[in-house]
């Protein structure tokens, strides 16, 4: 069986889906591509969650054709591709309807920098894009036009989709941007949250970004000498 490596991410990316409560029943689908041969292996067409498993998994090459896999792809594979076939730095995409950024997304609004978390994770306003059918690359096309250098973008009326230099950093969009749209949705029922300073959200986004995770970011003692 070919690319078992990332057979394994993609499941486990898909898997997580369910468990951050992104989906519900077949809906939502992660894919990963292969940077050596440039194949994308994809969630199959209408299996459930419970039943997905790393053999299952769909193999397609950029045109779609599949080249690996008893069942179909999922219905959302031309939007997956027509985003790789434009990016060639990402690794990873995910799609879903999680509540807070579809409702979001079924009013059309995107979701400015009302918080420092929105500044970390994405360092500018999350985009809505424009209504596209579903099926073919109109999607795709949207998502290209409106996704900017943002990680993650609204659909009008439809869903979220999610992009990474890996399978991980798309899937940790796709939990944050929700996260972030449950935040903001309860914000608004109290009041009228307000977008940060332009320098704030830069800030922010740096230190986040380039330091996080590092000793020096966590403590604030510099480890460089001199
Ligand atoms: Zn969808």
Request: net charge negative; proline share 5%; glycine share 10%.
């Amino acid at each position: 069986m070919m690319l078992e490596e990332l057979r394994k991410e993609v499941w486990q990316a898909n898997m997580a889906l369910p468990e951050h409560g992104l989906v519900t029943w077949t809906s939502g689908n992660v894919s990963g591509r292969d940077p050596e041969t440039g194949l994308v292996v994809i969630k199959p067409s209408g299996v459930m969650f419970n039943e997905l498993t790393p053999e299952n998994m769909v193999v397609v090459d950029a045109e779609g054709m599949v080249v690996e896999g008893d069942l179909g792809p999922s219905s959302d594979t031309a939007s997956h591709l027509y985003i790789y076939n434009h990016r060639p730095d990402v690794m990873g995409v995910v799609h879903t309807h999680s509540n807070y950024a579809t409702a979001f997304a079924a009013v059309g609004k995107s979701i400015p920098v009302y918080l420092t978390a929105i500044a970390d994770e994405f360092g500018a306003t999350i985009p809505c894009g424009g209504y596209a059918g579903i099926g073919g690359e109109e999607i795709g096309e949207e998502i290209m036009r409106s996704i900017g250098n943002s990680p993650a973008i609204l659909m009008k009326q439809h869903g979220v989709f999610t992009i990474g230099k890996s399978v991980k950093k798309a899937l940790q969009a796709a939990v944050m941007v929700e996260d972030i749209a449950k935040t903001v949705w309860m914000a608004m029922q109290i009041g009228e949250p307000e977008e940060l300073p332009v320098e704030e959200i830069d800030a922010n986004y740096d230190r986040y970004q380039h330091r996080y995770g590092t000793f020096e970011a966590s403590t604030g003692i510099s480890t460089k000498e001199g």
